[in-house]
């Protein structure tokens, strides 16, 4: 081991000095807590994009996913320009803005993409939203929202402070608004098989195939019902001839079976085919509904009527006149939805009205051949007719007012416009059943046949001249 000497000493205290401050930096500034990483140049930083997005609108989870959509489309550089010409902090094609200067305004286009997304509910026009990429910047977002000043254990409220009336109206404003969604998703399931071309004959709505008229149930129910009409017809012509014949050879009454075999003969024809006639009628009202109509499905919420009847997310409701206009458009959609539950009720009656008359119709063909009974079978061939076209003019009262609420931007029209038109579909059933089949037309006719048939000239009259020769004898 060598000894220093006295000169190098020196030196090496002083190597050893520079050596454990150069150590102790280092350490301290290990153990220091690290602070906000500067933007990059011509970026924005986080904590300024913070609050300018909150300016223009964007409130609660929206805020979030604003943040996080920026930095994955653009890293927050308004300058931002891809290859495919997006532009901008929310890199929007060319055109998609009245000007397309706004795409490199932060502000202007903060505000575009607060409408494009309707206040931030709607994000699926940005493909980095699609994809889930923006998810990846969720930390980074909530750190930005403390920087900014924004209560980060308030985001999922959706308030910038604790305010307790904002709180208020936020709470019954989500009641409604999640009242409104589940109640208009239910209805919409009832919407379609009422208001569009859906075939009666094969099926194709959504209520199944046992509601509808080509169905094996109903055609076994029918030709049930043929083979008793028949024979009970059958055996009817059979005792009244019989009964006529033997009438005739005791007191020498004349009586022309024959006309009573052509009339059987002619009604069981008419009878058989009878479920036909009422297919080829219900086929000529599908025919009509789609000439009208043209399209299968038509969705509640996309009608240009019904937009403006929509509620607001909650978390964009903020003073109580929003919270009011909410209330009034929750009562009016609540209204609507009464009056769609009611048309549901009509329609379903339509379809088991129209299983009733099919089947009942060789029964009330057979009692066409008695005496009188004409009004019962037009009673019946009127209310089939009414309910078979019932669903034709609803789709076109429906269609017109649809071309109607297209024409105008008017909210408070189109409201009312939707209010009046579900008042017509349902008002026109209870004019078409009233105007074309009144339940004591049927009573009448009921009362017309039993009194001619129990009246029946020949009949009566056989039967006089039969017990007056029995006095006699």
């Known amino acids: 081991m060598t000894v220093p000497t006295a000169s190098e000493r020196p030196v090496r205290i002083q190597r050893a000095t520079v050596a454990f401050l150069a150590a102790m930096v280092l350490l301290f500034s290990m153990a220091a807590p690290a602070s906000a990483a500067a933007a990059p140049p011509g970026t924005i930083p986080d904590a300024a994009l913070a609050k300018m997005l909150a300016g223009v609108g964007f409130s609660g989870d929206a805020l979030v996913t604003a943040l996080e959509i920026v930095w994955a489309e653009s890293g927050a550089n308004p300058r931002a320009l891809n290859p495919s010409g ?3 902090i929310f890199q929007f094609m060319p055109n998609t803005l009245a000007d397309d ?11 575009a993409a607060y409408r494009i997304s309707k206040a931030g509910t709607d994000w699926h026009k940005w493909e980095t939203f699609t994809t889930g990429v923006y998810a990846r910047y969720r930390s980074r977002a909530l750190a930005a929202l403390s920087l900014g000043g924004v209560d980060a254990n308030l985001i999922h ?24 969604r589940l109640v208009l998703t239910e209805i919409e399931k009832l919407w379609t098989p009422m208001v569009t071309g859906t075939d009666d004959l094969n099926g194709s709505t959504s209520l199944g195939s046992a509601l509808v008229v080509d169905n094996s149930h109903l055609r076994n129910m029918w ?21 006529l014949w033997m009438l005739r050879s005791a007191i020498g009454v004349r009586h022309d079976t024959a006309r009573n075999l052509v009339y059987f003969f002619a009604t069981v024809i008419l009878m058989a085919g009878s479920f036909f006639l009422v297919t080829q009628l219900i086929a000529v009202d599908n025919a009509l509904v789609s000439a009208i109509n043209g399209q299968v499905t038509i969705e509640l919420r996309a009608l240009p009527a019904y937009q403006n009847l929509g509620l607001k997310d909650p978390s964009t409701i903020q003073e109580v006149d929003q919270l009011l206009q909410a209330i009034s458009l929750f009562l009016v959609g609540l209204f609507i939805g009464l009056e769609l539950i009611f048309l549901f009720v009509i329609y379903f009656i339509r379809l088991i009205l129209i299983w009733v008359l099919v089947v009942l119709a060789p029964f009330v063909l057979a009692v066409g051949i008695l005496p009188g009974a004409r009004g019962m079978v037009i009673y019946w061939s009127r209310l089939l007719i009414a309910t078979v076209l019932l669903k034709f003019v609803n789709v076109l009262v429906f269609m017109t007012f649809v071309l109607m609420g297209a024409t105008s931007a008017a909210g408070l029209f189109n409201e009312l416009l939707v209010l009046t038109m ?15 089949a009144e339940p004591h037309l049927a009573i009448a006719s009921a009362q017309e046949t039993w009194s001619r048939t129990t009246n029946y000239a020949p009949l009566r009259a056989a039967g006089g001249q039969l017990l007056s020769r029995l006095r006699r004898s």
Do not use: E, W
């Not at 409220?157 to 709180?167: A, C, H, I, M």
């Not at 049930?224 to 009964?243: C, E, K, P, R, W």
């Not at 579900?422 to 074309?436: D, K, S, T, W």
């Open 86 to 88: 997006t532009r901008g």
């Open 101 to 111: 200067n706004c795409a490199y305004d932060p502000v202007c286009a903060s505000q």
């Open 223 to 243: 030709g049930i019902s043929l083979a008793i009409a028949t024979g009970s017809l059958l055996v009817m012509l059979f005792i009244l001839s019989a009964v």
């Open 422 to 436: 579900l008042l017509f579909m349902i008002l026109v059933p209870g004019l078409l059943f009233r105007a074309m």
């Open 157 to 180: 409220v959706g308030l910038t402070s604790l305010d307790p009336q904002k709180v208020v109206y936020q709470a019954i404003a989500g009641l409604l608004y999640s009242m409104d």
